[in-house]
Every structure is written in structure tokens, then in C-alpha cells.
């Protein structure tokens, strides 16, 4: 037995331990939920981490810009969605979860892309979804109506837009069984209709005039007025920029907010009911130079700060799980979080590197060998210095953690555990972990950083990554204890 593989044994001996002893639910932490787009699903946690616990992963999948919709349901017993891929914008698909993260209503997948869903107010578990399940057919867009816990499509209703795609606001009575909007169809001269549809399946289609047609309001998925930055009891006061600070709105004391490591300086913010804790939505600000939101969480003390991933939009990607939501219906959770956080953050002053370095960083290029093996090779003498496994070549670019094919690769080895760091820049989903297997890189998992440059540092210790403010420090020991986790 080597010496690496006694370690790894001991390493999984530990850590199966600790994560057999699941923790117990804590009444006075609230609870985060998040879309992962390193891992894909939701992640429900305490904001410090605790409690942790993964659903859905084999439904939501990772790598999307975000999500839309509705977010819980009513009753708390679902999760419903639509996602937005990094590469391809048109293509939404929906998901409808449990909370034990268990795909619902397995039909939706028939449809092609949702523009709109929602949950019925009326705390019903009644879901309206919007969309094409045939861009190519007559049959331009769709109405669902859909019994969620009686798993029934209660009423459908198609329609040709034509060159149109304007709407009214949903009017919910679900007490007489039915839902009304307006629309306007495109069909050489605009028409306009209003729409009655049933919950026993029947629908009402009346024409009615341009002066009675009312189109919905633009709907944000942020709350970006003066509200959002004032906490549910008026303790405290989030300033947004120049410098993103904490206010006591009694004694008028500030606090600057940690900063997010990726660069971003636009922010919003999400409170619980307990104003223990901020939900920072880095990015989110409605003017120029503002980019989609960095998830960040904090506490009023800043003693905690941890860094959640991305998300195009905010909401459902991120926020407090409402209160009806039963935490004891998810699986249980771990003590650590399920995405690995890092173990300390160094800001570097206020210089940002705004991409890689060719001077600094250790760049390889990444391609397909003669014999259709994925490979990292010198970038000058082109000879193969990694061989990589679970990669098919061709190379199939939207499935995999690595850039396009050609791309440039930032490297780092760990020699001493048989690890390999990459990154590239190419759509930034993180840092990903090889482990050496038989002469081949397997994936292992992936980091929530960026690697603009990457090291391992302290006798094989620490791994560095740097980001766009400074640097995220990962323990060698907790990625090891990653091992047989699956990812």
C-alpha cells in the first residue's frame, strides 16, 4: 500500500464518519436555497454552510446561466422552474421538483422553451406554465393549466402569436375554476382576444378591442427600489455603491460589506425575517457596467462571508426558503457544505486583474491527440503533458468541464497527491480537480472560483486561485475528502 493511498483511506474513513452523523436542523439559523452551477440542482443550507444538503441534481442540470419562474409552490411541496442555458438562449426548459428533489410531471420535457410561469396566489398548488413545445408547428404558443399534486393538466389552450408576443397579466379565480388574460395575435393586422380558460378544460376565446386590451407590466426578477436595501425591521440599511456598507439605522454606525472576490460593484440584497443575515446580489444594479449577480451570503457582524456561485436573474436562483417550506421533508443534511468553500479569501488591495495573464499564469493547450485522447500540451513545443479521461473526442464542448476545443488551459499539478488544477476563462464555471488513475486525469470535482492563476502552495497543502479581487485558498486535505463524493 502506498503512502497516498493509506492517507486517502484514512481521509475516507473521516469523512464517511462525519457525514454519517448528519446535523440537526438549528430553529435559530434561517435557511438558503441556491441553484449550483458547478454541480447543478439546489443546494439547501444555514448560511453558514451547516445543515447542507443537494436535490435535484439529476434534474436541474449545472452549467446554465440560471433560471426563471415561479420558484415554491404554495404549499411548500414544490419547486418549479425553467432553465436558461449558457448555449443556447431560446432553449427553456422547465422542471417541476419535491422537496425530496424528485422529477414531477415527467411530460414537461415535451416542451421546447417556456416564456412564463406561475404559481396559482390562492395557495393552491395550480401551476400556469407559458411556452412552445413545437417552434417549428402552427401551433405558435400554449396555455397549461396544470394540477401539480393530482399530477392533471386541467386546461390547454394553443394559439398562433403570428409576429405578436404581447400578453395581459394572469387574473387568477380559483374559486370559481378558471383564469382570464388578453392577448394580441400578429396575423397580418393585430387582433385582439380575451381568454377564459376553465379548470374542467373548457375555454372562452372573445374578441375584444385594442382599447380594452391592457399589456402586463415589465416584470424584474429584482426588487432593485430603495425597500430591498432596508431590513424587515428597520435595523438596518444596505448602501448599494460607491462602497457597498451597513448602516445601523439607530446609532447611524456603518459597516463595509465584504467584497465579492469576481469583481462585480453593483449589488442588491435579500434579507430573512430575523435581519441576522444578507443575501448580496453582486452585479444586479440597473446601470451600465453591471453584469449578471454574483451570489454572496453575509452577517450583520461580517464575520461570515461565503460566495455562492452565479445566476442570470436572481430569483428563484437564490433567497430564504419560505416558511412553508418543511425542512424535515428534504434529505438530511451534512455538516459541511455540499459545494466546497474555501478556507480563507485574500483581497488584494484595490488593483483587479480583469483576465489571464500569459506572464504569470502556467498555460497549456487543450485539444485531441492522434489517437482521440483529450490532452494538455505545451503550448511552444506542443509536446503532451496530461493525458485526461472522460472526455470524448471529438470534443463535445456543452457537455464537458473544459473550453472549446484549442482553447488555452491555466494548469497547476500537485505532484505529491496526484492532482491536477485547470481553469479557462472561456465561460468560467470554475476551477476544475483532476486526480491521477493509471496514466490518465480523472475529474474529481469542481471549485466556485475563478483561476485567472493558479498554485499549489505549502508543500502541496493549499491550492490558490486567484480571482478578479484576490485570491480563494482551498485545503488540499478537503478536496482529497472529496473522493468518493459524488459530484
Known amino acids: 500500500m502506498t503512502r497516498l493511498?493509506?492517507?486517502?483511506?484514512?481521509?475516507?474513513?473521516?469523512?464517511?464518519?462525519?457525514?454519517?452523523?448528519?446535523?440537526?436542523?438549528?430553529?435559530?439559523?434561517?435557511?438558503?436555497?441556491?441553484?449550483?452551477?458547478?454541480?447543478?440542482?439546489?443546494?439547501?443550507?444555514?448560511?453558514?454552510?451547516?445543515?447542507?444538503?443537494?436535490?435535484?441534481?439529476?434534474v436541474i442540470p449545472p452549467n446554465m446561466s440560471g433560471l426563471a419562474g415561479p420558484g415554491w409552490s404554495p404549499s411548500g411541496k414544490y419547486f418549479a422552474a425553467y432553465g436558461i442555458p449558457s448555449n443556447d438562449d431560446s432553449a427553456r426548459v422547465p422542471y417541476l421538483i419535491d422537496t425530496k428533489g424528485q422529477n414531477q410531471a415527467g411530460w414537461l420535457h415535451n416542451v421546447t422553451v417556456t416564456s412564463f410561469m406561475q404559481w396559482s396566489p390562492n395557495g393552491e398548488d395550480i401551476l400556469l406554465i407559458e411556452g412552445v413545445y413545437n417552434p417549428n408547428g402552427l401551433r405558435d404558443a400554449f396555455f397549461w393549466v396544470i394540477d401539480v399534486g393530482h399530477n392533471q393538466l386541467l386546461a390547454d389552450f394553443g394559439v398562433?402569436?403570428?409576429?405578436?408576443?404581447?400578453?395581459?397579466?394572469?387574473?387568477?379565480?380559483?374559486?370559481?375554476?378558471q383564469i382570464v388574460f388578453e392577448y394580441a395575435a400578429d396575423l397580418g393586422t393585430l387582433q385582439y382576444y380575451r381568454v377564459t380558460m376553465h379548470f374542467?378544460?373548457?375555454?372562452?376565446?372573445?374578441?375584444?378591442?385594442?382599447?380594452?386590451?391592457?399589456?402586463?407590466?415589465?416584470?424584474?426578477?429584482?426588487?432593485?427600489?430603495?425597500?430591498?436595501?432596508?431590513?424587515?425591521?428597520?435595523?438596518?440599511?444596505?448602501?448599494?455603491?460607491?462602497?457597498?456598507?451597513?448602516?445601523?439605522?439607530?446609532?447611524?454606525?456603518?459597516?463595509?460589506?465584504?467584497?465579492?472576490?469576481?469583481?462585480?460593484?453593483?449589488?442588491?440584497?435579500?434579507?430573512?425575517?430575523?435581519?441576522?443575515?444578507?443575501?448580496t446580489l453582486d452585479g444586479t444594479a440597473l446601470t451600465d457596467g453591471c453584469g449578471f449577480p454574483a451570489l454572496g451570503v453575509t452577517n450583520v457582524q461580517m464575520t461570515l462571508w461565503r460566495e455562492l456561485g452565479h445566476c442570470t436573474g436572481a430569483s428563484p436562483c437564490v433567497g430564504w426558503l419560505p416558511q412553508q417550506v418543511n425542512v424535515n421533508n428534504f434529505p438530511l443534511g451534512t455538516s459541511k457544505p455540499v459545494q466546497l468553500d474555501p478556507i480563507k479569501i485574500e483581497y488584494a488591495g484595490q488593483i483587479q486583474v480583469y483576465g489571464i495573464d500569459p506572464a504569470v499564469a502556467h498555460i497549456l493547450n487543450f485539444h485531441c491527440d492522434q489517437n482521440m485522447t483529450a490532452v494538455l500540451s505545451d503550448m511552444r513545443t506542443h509536446a503532451t503533458l496530461y493525458k485526461?479521461?472522460?472526455?470524448?473526442?471529438?470534443?463535445?464542448?456543452?457537455?464537458?468541464?473544459?473550453?472549446?476545443?484549442?482553447?488555452?488551459?491555466?494548469?497547476?499539478?500537485?505532484?505529491?497527491h496526484h492532482l491536477l488544477a485547470t481553469y479557462s476563462d472561456w465561460q468560467g464555471y470554475g476551477v476544475s480537480i483532476w486526480m491521477l488513475h493509471d496514466g490518465l486525469y480523472e475529474p474529481l470535482l469542481k471549485l466556485n472560483t475563478q483561476g485567472l492563476t493558479l498554485e499549489f502552495t505549502d508543500n502541496n497543502e493549499r491550492l490558490r486561485a486567484r480571482n478578479f479581487n484576490g485570491w480563494k485558498i482551498y485545503s488540499v486535505a478537503d478536496i482529497l475528502a472529496t473522493v468518493n463524493t459524488p459530484k
Open 160 to 177: 398562433n402569436l403570428g409576429g405578436s408576443s404581447q400578453r395581459s397579466e394572469i387574473l387568477w379565480n380559483v374559486e370559481q375554476g
Open 388 to 416: 485526461l479521461n472522460n472526455i470524448p473526442c471529438p470534443y463535445q464542448p456543452d457537455q464537458l468541464p473544459l473550453p472549446e476545443k484549442g482553447f488555452d488551459v491555466v494548469v497547476a499539478e500537485d505532484p505529491a
Open 5 to 58: 493511498t493509506a492517507i486517502l483511506l484514512v481521509i475516507l474513513a473521516v469523512t464517511t464518519t462525519s457525514l454519517s452523523v448528519q446535523a440537526q436542523p438549528d430553529p435559530s439559523q434561517p435557511y438558503i436555497y441556491y441553484y449550483s452551477q458547478l454541480l447543478g440542482g439546489l443546494i439547501i443550507e444555514h448560511p453558514d454552510g451547516t445543515d447542507s444538503r443537494q436535490i435535484a441534481a439529476d
Open 200 to 279: 374542467d378544460g373548457t375555454i372562452l376565446r372573445q374578441p375584444i378591442s385594442a382599447d380594452e386590451f391592457i399589456p402586463q407590466t415589465s416584470n424584474s426578477n429584482l426588487d432593485t427600489d430603495e425597500e430591498n436595501r432596508i431590513s424587515p425591521r428597520g435595523t438596518y440599511k444596505a448602501q448599494r455603491y460607491p462602497i457597498a456598507r451597513l448602516i445601523n439605522t439607530t446609532t447611524n454606525q456603518p459597516l463595509e460589506l465584504p467584497r465579492h472576490t469576481q469583481g462585480t460593484g453593483c449589488r442588491d440584497y435579500l434579507w430573512p425575517e430575523n435581519e441576522a443575515y444578507i443575501i
